[in-house]
């Protein structure tokens, strides 16, 4: 255990005590509500796949492990709330109490993040493959296997948590001595100088270049599954107006049968509701990805801003700003699956009665 004692004066934060706690609970009741959502939602999808087989195709291993990393981000994202009540409206010799939310940072916030991060690049390669079945349809089963699908789930969890442990090592918590308190222990949160460099260097590469990727291939891949989506209706509807067209010859005119049929650029309702339910969950995705960058960019605006800064409080703040649409981005999942997917709501609908007993 570290103790050190701190003496050297630092600027002024931004935020002032009192509006830090005003808008962090503004935004931490909200975030509670939201993890237990995510908990519930996310469990239940695990049940669902699970019992349709977790192994039975490449599509259900993906969103098992997405949701298997939406679960974990919701589940570390608990204790944040809590530890903040905790730390400052119980009044407690404890120092795990009086100290709860720092110990909670690199705990379970950082974990986290690289859950959130994980469940990014996993819903990229989700998008990825269904822009393949769809546009080489014939050439699927050569180029989407299970035993690749597998392969690239486990190098996407594997690469983001080797990513992350340089900076876990690099920023651990030391506790000093508050004179203001007789002395008593207080943790801080600490960055080594690498520690500093390697916060710097995650936040451009990860926080804004790497998101910024994501976000290009989720966009061009639902871009090029919705035109296909969109060129495949047409061409069957202009096959069934032909099919139409020589059925009718034979009882009426041509002319009077045209009038009829359906245009070969018309999409079917079915389609419609499917080009409409994809584009609203990429729009939902995409503009959560895009608020993910603030807190990344606020470091190049704000001095100081950082775990261990003296701006930590407004730090603070655009992080669970950000945590808000995570846990979000994270629960909302199950309601997709249940009212888009027949394979999905049968199987929810199968274990219902066992979830009640």
Request: net charge positive; proline share 4%; charged share 15%.
């Given at each position: ?6 003496t050297?004066s ?7 005590s ?10 931490l ?16 999808n695990i049940l ?5 087989g ?11 492990a997405?949701?298997?990393?939406d ?9 944040h709330?809590?530890c ?5 409206f ?8 009086r ?6 940072t ?9 859950c ?28 989407i ?12 969890y594997?690469?983001e948590i080797v ?13 000093i ?19 500093v ?17 994501a976000?290009l ?5 639902t ?10 209706s ?9 099919v ?8 009426q ?11 070969p650029d018309k ?13 609203s969950?990429?729009?939902?995705l995409l ?7 603030i ?15 003296y ?9 669970t ?12 999942n199950f309601f ?22």
């Open positions: 255990m570290y103790v050190i004692n701190i050297d630092v600027p002024g934060p931004i935020l002032t009192d509006t830090y706690e005003i808008l962090m609970l503004v935004q009741v909200p975030l509670f509500l939201i993890s237990l959502l995510g908990v519930v939602t996310n469990v239940i669902v796949f699970t019992k349709q977790v192994t039975s195709d490449s599509t259900t291993l993906s969103l098992f997405l949701t298997l990393s679960l974990l981000a919701c589940v570390f994202m608990l204790p709330p809590l903040f009540v905790l730390q400052r119980v009044v407690s010799r404890e120092l795990l109490i100290n709860c939310l720092v110990l909670s690199m705990s379970a916030t950082y974990p986290h993040i690289l959130t991060q994980i469940a990014c690049w996993i819903t990229v390669y989700i998008s990825v493959e269904r822009a393949v079945s769809v546009l080489f349809p014939l050439q699927v089963k050569l180029l296997k299970y035993k690749n699908t597998a392969a690239v789930l486990m190098f996407i594997g690469a990513g992350h442990v340089p900076y876990l090592v690099n920023s651990p918590i030391l506790w001595r508050d004179a203001s308190k007789n002395d008593t222990l207080m943790a801080i949160n600490y960055q080594t100088p690498l520690g460099s390697l916060y710097a260097y995650s936040n451009l590469i990860e926080s804004n270049i790497l998101i910024t990727v976000m291939i989720i966009t061009g891949s871009l090029a599954t919705l035109e296909r989506i969109r060129t495949s047409a061409w069957r509807n202009t096959m069934r107006s032909n139409k067209l020589s059925k009718a010859q034979s009882l005119s041509t002319a009077e049968i045209k009038s009829e049929i359906v245009g999409i079917t309702t079915k389609d419609k509701e499917t080009v409409k339910m994809v584009a969950v990429t729009c939902c503009v959560c990805l895009a608020c993910f960058q807190p990344g960019l606020a470091m190049y605006a704000i001095p100081e801003f950082s775990l261990a800064g701006n930590k409080d407004i730090f603070q703040v655009f992080y700003f950000k945590f808000i649409l995570d846990t979000l981005s994270a629960s909302i997709f699956y249940v009212n888009q997917s027949s394979r999905f709501r049968k199987t929810y609908n199968s274990i219902i009665p066992q979830l009640k007993r």
